[in-house]
């Protein structure tokens, strides 16, 4: 792996569940990002994060919740899933020092909320 | 509005020949990335530019970035059926550590 993972790989959930999805980095990496990628729209940034405990909204926020209470661990929470956010979920990290802002991206998460 | 637009959005090419992919954006960035992705992978960074008139090379792929024109250019030079994938360029915004995505230029390269 790129130095990050994601847990689960796939999910299958129900309308109005909640969903938690995680991201474990090893690298130390100060940011780290949740996207999601549908077909026609790219890679959006839902939230992301410039620290523990420190995030901020994306251009796709809405219906999302992130936590990072330590570095290597970042969570993003659907608080009650709808159909559409049936996507694919990257999450990236980033040393965000002034010589290296090259994101390195997780394996993905397939949501589907059914 | 912030935005990334690549064209073409598909490309089919036969092997052999030279082919150019553009990437223009609206927000003010010194700083330009372009990703592969296979199909149900993850993104894999190609090119990070961060500079006006940088110009990066690797293998048959060379990309380079006019901050100026906010135009970016990954120009493939005797295509190889390896090089079929979704290519997508990204900004991050001045003074963020935000990124925009283009929605991605899929390649397809003809034997």
């Known amino acids: 792996d790129a130095g990050i993972t994601q847990s689960p790989r796939h999910k299958v959930t129900e309308t109005g569940t909640p969903v938690t999805l995680r991201c474990h980095q090893t690298?130390?990496?100060?940011?780290m990002y949740w996207y999601r990628q549908d077909p026609g729209h790219g890679l959006r940034l839902i939230h992301y994060?410039?620290?523990?405990?420190?995030?901020d909204k994306g251009e796709v926020s809405d219906g999302y919740s992130v936590s990072r209470s330590k570095t290597e661990d970042f969570l993003l929470t659907l608080e009650s899933a709808t159909s559409s956010q049936t996507s694919v979920y990257f999450c990236?990290?980033?040393?965000?020092?002034?010589?290296?802002?090259?994101?390195?991206f997780g394996p993905g998460t397939r949501l589907t909320v059914t | 509005e912030l935005k990334v637009e690549q064209n073409p959005l598909f490309l089919s090419m036969q092997e052999g020949k030279n082919y150019t992919i553009y990437c223009n954006y609206s927000?003010?960035?010194?700083?330009l990335y372009w990703y592969r992705q296979d199909p149900g992978k993850s993104l894999e960074s190609l090119f990070v530019?961060?500079?006006?008139?940088a110009v990066k090379q690797e293998g048959r792929l060379m990309a380079s970035l006019d901050t100026k024109a906010r135009l970016s250019t990954l120009h493939i030079t005797a295509a190889v059926h390896d090089l079929s994938a979704t290519y997508f360029c990204?900004?991050?915004?001045?003074?963020?550590?935000?990124?925009?995505f283009g929605t991605g230029t899929r390649l397809k390269v003809l034997a």
């Open positions: 990236a990290r980033s040393r965000g020092a002034p010589d290296s802002y090259e994101q390195y």
């Open positions: 690298e130390n990496h100060r940011y």
């Open positions: 994060s410039y620290g523990v405990k420190d995030t």
């Open positions: 927000t003010t960035s010194d700083r």
């Open positions: 530019l961060l500079s006006n008139g």
């Open positions: 990204a900004v991050d915004i001045r003074g963020t550590y935000k990124y925009i």
